[in-house]
């Protein structure tokens, strides 16, 4: 039997002090921290969380947009123990689909060069007709 997983638009206390957990399982993002985390909610234009039946935040991702241009997916992330069970498939169904987005010409996002191929299904393609991603940080490591 397969375990069904509610999607969220919003997140609560509780999800959000989860979402600063999650992120510290990853190399991209051990470092954030909640204050920063709750800032960066509180700007994103559209939260997709999946919550498990206690209501716990399983997986998470979110989108920057003008809502006619451009959207650019961030953070697209599950728990380790949950991965494997077509929960980021289920986040990316999500955004693709979302009706705030249908009208959107450019949907992007950053992922690893080994993740290429499981965004490709969505039409996501790195052929992008001459532009180039430029990228300048503001924090000095």
Not at 31 to 45: F, Q
Not at 58 to 83: E, G, H, Q
Request: hydrophobic share 40%; charged share 25%.
């Amino acid at each position: 039997m397969m375990e069904s997983y509610r999607v969220v638009s919003q997140l609560n206390e509780q999800q959000i002090s989860e979402l600063v957990e999650l992120y510290k399982n990853e190399f991209w993002s051990y470092k954030r921290t909640r204050p920063e985390v709750d800032k960066m909610v509180a700007a994103s234009d559209i939260i997709i969380g999946l919550v498990d039946e206690c209501d716990r935040l399983v997986a998470f991702t979110r989108v920057l947009t003008d809502f006619v241009y451009r959207a650019i997916i961030f953070d697209v992330i599950v728990k380790p123990d949950y991965r494997d069970k077509g929960l980021g498939k289920q986040l990316l169904d999500s955004v693709v689909n979302h009706p705030q987005l249908q009208a959107v010409e450019y949907l992007g996002l950053y992922c690893l060069p080994e993740m290429t191929q499981f965004y490709e299904r969505w039409g996501f393609t790195t052929e992008i007709g001459g532009f180039q991603l430029m990228l300048r940080s503001s924090r000095h490591e």
